[in-house]
């Protein structure tokens, strides 16, 4: 499970990577420097739930709080730095968004497969 969540996580990395170099100008400052900070906060967010499946939920409702924040202040610093940088704020956003929703989607994975859940059965 986590060898397959991290597999995917560099699969979707390299896309998003791959994506931003083929975008010309300020575009690609951006977009790379929201790839790059999307890439660096789900890595930490990954590893943080991977720690914290084995321990239980108030451990696994931290890892996720603690990504959380991490990724606001990343998102205010990159585009602090994409600003001063004279890159493009909205490629920074389309970059960093666009990683994050696949990483997260991901680590939601990687939650639901390790806990267990099980799709829930109508009762008429």
Same mark, same amino acid.
């Given at each position: 499970?986590?060898? $397959? *969540?991290? =597999?995917?996580?560099? !699969?979707?990395?390299? %896309?998003?990577?791959?994506?931003?170099?083929?975008?010309?100008?300020?575009?690609?400052?951006?977009? !790379? *420097?929201?790839?790059? +900070?999307?890439? #660096?906060? *789900?890595?930490?967010? %990954?590893? !943080?739930?991977?720690?914290? %499946?084995?321990?239980?939920?108030?451990?696994?409702?931290?890892?996720?709080? #603690?990504?959380?924040?991490? $990724?606001?202040?990343?998102?205010?610093?990159? /585009?602090?730095?994409?600003?001063?940088?004279? +890159?493009? /704020? %909205?490629?920074?956003? #389309?970059?960093?968004?666009? /990683?994050?929703?696949?990483?997260?989607? #991901?680590?939601? =994975? =990687?939650? *639901?497969?390790?806990?267990?859940? $099980?799709?829930?059965?109508?009762?008429?």
């Amino acid at each position: 499970m986590v060898k $397959r *969540s991290f =597999a995917l996580f560099a !699969l979707t990395t390299a %896309l998003g990577a791959a994506a931003a170099l083929s975008v010309a100008g300020a575009s690609r400052a951006g977009a !790379l *420097s929201g790839v790059a +900070g999307a890439a #660096i906060s *789900s890595a930490v967010g %990954l590893t !943080l739930l991977t720690l914290a %499946l084995p321990r239980g939920l108030k451990q696994v409702l931290a890892a996720v709080g #603690i990504s959380f924040l991490l $990724r606001m202040i990343v998102v205010a610093a990159g /585009l602090l730095v994409a600003k001063a940088t004279g +890159g493009d /704020l %909205l490629a920074f956003c #389309i970059g960093f968004f666009a /990683l994050y929703l696949a990483h997260q989607l #991901i680590e939601i =994975a =990687a939650l *639901s497969r390790r806990s267990g859940a $099980r799709p829930l059965e109508g009762k008429a």
